[in-house]
């Protein structure tokens, strides 16, 4: 039950950590006053604001240019009734990433598929910087998350995980099929889970080409209390 707005934030952000796309609205440029909705693949930057890769050629992209303001809905996708599950609207401001090596190289572990696109069109990223956030946990559960609840930072992105995320992938598949089946998560056939991502409260697991969260028992902000935290799962599971 969320009574406060520190429940409702770590709701809204164990949200926009579980789920890896969402609806992105830009401000039409060829209807001017009128949204324009767009399926947008995510993951988030070292202080919790998602990135996303857009073609220079894409209609959001040419609306982005000429406004950058922006919203981005992620709603629980494993729910029977849409209005019983969570959905959070991300309001911000889309600004390019010029400096985008350690950006695109987390990014691609998350969405491997997407490294080839630029052999096609040119692609740049972008984050969304946070103006504002609405989180709706169900019915009644409304809330305007302040900002500096919802963003956290992730000590261990880009290169600052690199060497755990290879080492997971490299010597511990069998612990990461050990998590995916405590948590329910379903390993299609022939496929081995690999380590995306890692963060204070969690990781993200590849199975195939979906996205899936394993949150951890309890915080890990440095290596070695992501460890302890990782050992803990495997002998639990």
Known sequence: MMDTKEEAAFEARKLLQ??????????????????????????????????IQISTI??????????????????????????????LTWMGDAEK??????????????FPQA????????????RIRL??????????KIFWVRNELLCKENPFFGHAGKGMIEHMNEDHVDSMVKYCLAANRIIPEGVSPKMAGVDSEGMHLLLG??????????NADSAMEVRQQLVAMARAA
């Open 209 to 218: 080409k979906k996205v899936v969260r394993i949150p951890f028992p309890g």
């Open 115 to 126: 490294r080839n696109y630029s052999n096609t069109h040119g692609f740049d990223f972008y």
């Open 18 to 51: 579980g789920e890896y796309h969402g609806i992105l609205s830009t401000h039409s440029k060829d209807v001017p006053g009128y949204p324009f909705g767009s399926v947008m693949p995510y993951c988030l930057d070292a202080n919790g604001c998602p990135i």
């Open 131 to 140: 103006v504002k956030a609405r989180f709706i946990g169900g019915f009644g």
């Open 58 to 87: 894409a209609q959001h992209t040419k609306n982005i240019e000429q406004d950058s303001r922006v919203s981005l809905i992620v709603s629980e996708s494993d729910v029977d009734d849409v209005h019983t599950g969570g959905r």
């Open 97 to 110: 990433i010029e400096e985008s090596e350690e950006v695109a190289e987390h990014y691609f572990n998350f």
